[in-house]
């Protein structure tokens, strides 16, 4: 394998712990987010959004929403990160 082989997305769904949970209304619609998507981004950093379900039921729209800035979600995004990766560079090869 060569070294500029071009990886397009490294990207992990963790799910929220319950404490850690929150609700946000989008177009009318309250939802509990429960899950982040995060990315790794091509300069090293990382990006993260949150998708859930709606508060009163159904599937609702797959929408994401922002993670609010808050220690404790920023300290799950990374924690999540570093175990991915972790994983990762553990890989066995295709089973």
Known sequence: MSSDLEVS??????????????TDTRRGEEFQLTTLNI?????GHLAAKAYGRPVAGG???YVSFPVPDEPELAALVVEAASRAGTL????????
């Open 39 to 43: 990315r790794l981004l091509p300069d």
């Open 9 to 22: 997305a490294l990207a992990i769904n963790v799910t929220i712990p319950q404490a850690l949970r929150w």
């Open 59 to 61: 599937r609702g729209a």
């Open 88 to 95: 990762w560079a553990a890989h066995r090869g295709l089973g």
